[in-house]
């Protein structure tokens, strides 16, 4: 069993392709390697691998802070760097709109994606 490196209110990654979900570590289910995240933006980039100077110009930023929390495979996720999430919070509204039926779509489509490209990770043992 892989040992949690991840502690609560860290900012972790969760990453496919050229998409990238930023969330704060809520907790850490070692009985089940999971970590359990409050989603805090999903942003888009042009490029699989963005450079430091295309940070803070992601082609979409969503805001999901009033989506549901997620509990994902914890092998799935990596440490966020503060270089990556400092600009692209800045860029977040101030004022959230409760019910963003767009931006939880989006998050959904982009979990089911991981989901369907990492399926060892969510088989049942």
């Given amino acids: 069993m892989l040992k949690p490196f991840f502690k609560p209110s ?3 990654c969760l990453e496919h392709q050229n998409n990238y979900l930023y969330g ?8 089940r390697q999971l970590c359990w995240i409050r989603p805090l933006m999903l942003a888009v980039f ?3 691998i963005p450079t430091i100077n295309s940070l803070q110009e992601a082609e979409e930023l969503w805001d999901v802070r009033l989506t549901s929390d997620v509990a994902y495979p914890l092998p ?5 760097l503060d ?8 860029h977040l509204e101030e004022n959230v709109e409760e019910g963003d039926s767009l ?3 989006r ?4 979990l089911e994606q991981i989901w369907q490209s990492n399926p060892r990770y969510f088989q049942q043992s």
């Fill in 76 to 80: 799935l996720f990596r440490p966020a």
């Fill in 24 to 31: 704060e570590v809520i907790q850490i289910i070692e009985s």
């Fill in 103 to 105: 931006s939880k779509q």
């Fill in 10 to 12: 860290q900012i972790v």
């Fill in 83 to 90: 270089l990556e999430v400092l600009p692209l919070m800045m």
């Fill in 107 to 110: 998050l959904r489509q982009f």
């Fill in 46 to 48: 042009a490029n699989d």
